[in-house]
């Protein structure tokens, strides 16, 4: 399909234990890793997922499960001569603050970037399910406040080939899509919108577990929703939109593409 990938979305192989070619054989043009972090991280104790298959929907409170950067590497470098381009999706550890978010991110970034096919970096500032330093779940406002400094950071050090996208929530509204693209025009290529979403439309989610972030069919809405105000506000601009989130049919992968360029 000229005019735009399609890939996985972050969340899907967290360590990159799932080699690329073998994603490309199922029909995706780019593999995305992570969200990767700096130190390993156990996450959440399990369970934390629910499904709610009758509606084609899943809330996760995961928060942010992984084997840490250096270990990423590893897997990615098992893969030899793949040839498929890689998106590493980075967040710091989870219970870090001020500078040791940003140590975080930078050991990730150096630990990544020059791994074959990494072409691409995506900021993570959108996970509902995040531990912030208090221990208290969803950090994403905390994030936004240290937005322009983490981008400064991950942006400087990157290689002159290598894009960088700021993955957003669903949950904003059109004052926070103004926020974010003032904050970070100037270090980023483009949104990718987007997460999971807080709003557990019980139309879709039928018994909440009051937490975590819905995707599948009951984020869809809202994720168009917010895709199309990213659209609105950056389209005489030269910055990008990946859409993310529900796109589950041909028709949903065609309404998404009328506002963005990339799948």
């Known amino acids: 399909n000229p005019g735009f990938e399609i890939s996985n979305a972050a969340g899907f192989n967290k360590n990159g234990n799932i ?35 009758e509606t084609g929907s899943l809330v996760n409170w995961m928060g942010l499960p992984g084997i840490g950067a250096e270990e990423v590497a590893k897997n990615l470098n098992n893969y030899g001569n793949h040839k498929v381009p890689l998106t590493i999706n980075l967040m710091s550890t989870p219970e870090k603050d ?11 970034v150096l630990t990544l ?10 900021l993570n500032i959108s996970c509902p399910n995040t531990h912030s330093i208090d221990g208290e779940i969803d950090v994403r406002k905390e994030y936004q406040k240290q937005l322009k ?15 960088l996208y700021l993955k957003v929530s669903p949950d904003l509204t059109e004052e926070d899509v103004e926020s974010i693209i003032s904050v970070s025009y100037g270090f980023v290529d483009g949104f990718t919108t987007t997460n999971t979403t807080t709003n557990h439309n019980e139309k879709y989610i039928s018994s ?13 809405e809202d994720s168009l929703r917010v895709q199309r105000l990213f659209h609105e506000k950056i389209k005489d601009t030269n910055l ?23 799948i």
């Open 19 to 53: 080699p690329p070619t073998f994603l490309k054989y199922l029909g995706f043009d780019r593999v995305v890793v992570g969200t990767v972090t700096g130190d390993s991280w156990e996450g959440n104790p399990r369970p934390n997922i629910a499904r709610y298959s």
């Open 98 to 108: 001020s500078d040791a978010i940003l140590e975080d991110l930078e050991n990730t």
């Open 113 to 122: 970037r020059d791994i074959p096919y990494v072409d691409r970096f995506e």
């Open 149 to 163: 400094g983490m981008m400064r950071v991950v942006s400087s050090y990157l290689r002159d080939s290598q894009e």
């Open 208 to 220: 909440s577990p009051g937490k975590g972030g819905a995707s599948g069919n009951a984020v869809y």
């Open 240 to 262: 990008k939109i990946i859409a993310c989130g529900g796109i589950n049919s041909v028709e949903r992968l065609k309404e998404r593409k009328a506002f963005g360029t990339e």
